[in-house]
């Protein structure tokens, strides 16, 4: 299984890349996550929200592997409790299939990606900015693998 977070922003602050870089290295092997950086459309000028949001969800697409189920990061989607998410992570494990999760930019996820989407997953109902969202699901999804597997990093 490959796991990829398919986000919007390049060149994000030492400390996201430090902290995204600590959790990855503590994954297994067989659970390494992918990270691909999609660079944000220009801002500026005339161009409204609504079509940066078109724009950037049309490069977000694009850099979804072929055949990957899409899972949506997304304020308004469905709220996980970590025992939940490790649940899931033990569900796609057993799927064997490949998982792209989609961060969107600062104007969020257009609806072609929602649409693509298998579902849409909340962090939180609280708005997070992108680079702390990064650390925040490199986090959890260590943490889900770390209960699956009975490791005491979790203390429920």
């Known amino acids: 299984m490959r796991l990829s977070i398919v986000a919007m ?7 996201v890349e430090e902290g995204v870089r600590e959790y990855a290295r503590r994954m297994p092997r067989e ?3 992918d990270w691909r950086e999609i660079p944000l459309a220009r801002r500026g000028g005339e ?3 609504q079509r940066l949001c078109e724009r950037e969800g049309d490069r977000l697409l694009r850099a979804v592997p072929e055949g990957d189920t899409v ?15 490790a649940g899931e992570l033990r569900a796609w494990q057993m799927s064997g299939d490949n998982y792209s999760l989609l961060i969107g930019g600062p104007e969020g996820l257009s609806a072609p990606c929602l649409a693509r989407a298998r579902w849409s997953w909340s962090l939180s109902a609280l708005t997070l900015p992108h680079p702390l969202v990064r650390v925040l699901l490199a986090e959890q999804l260590y943490r889900a693998w770390t209960i699956n597997v009975n490791h005491p990093y979790h203390r429920a």
Do not use: E, F, H, Y
């Open 71 to 85: 899972i949506a990061l997304d304020v308004a989607g469905k709220a996980l409790s970590t025992v939940q998410l």
């Open 31 to 33: 659970l390494q996550l």
């Open 47 to 49: 161009v409204d929200a």
């Open 9 to 15: 922003g390049t060149r994000m602050p030492g400390w």
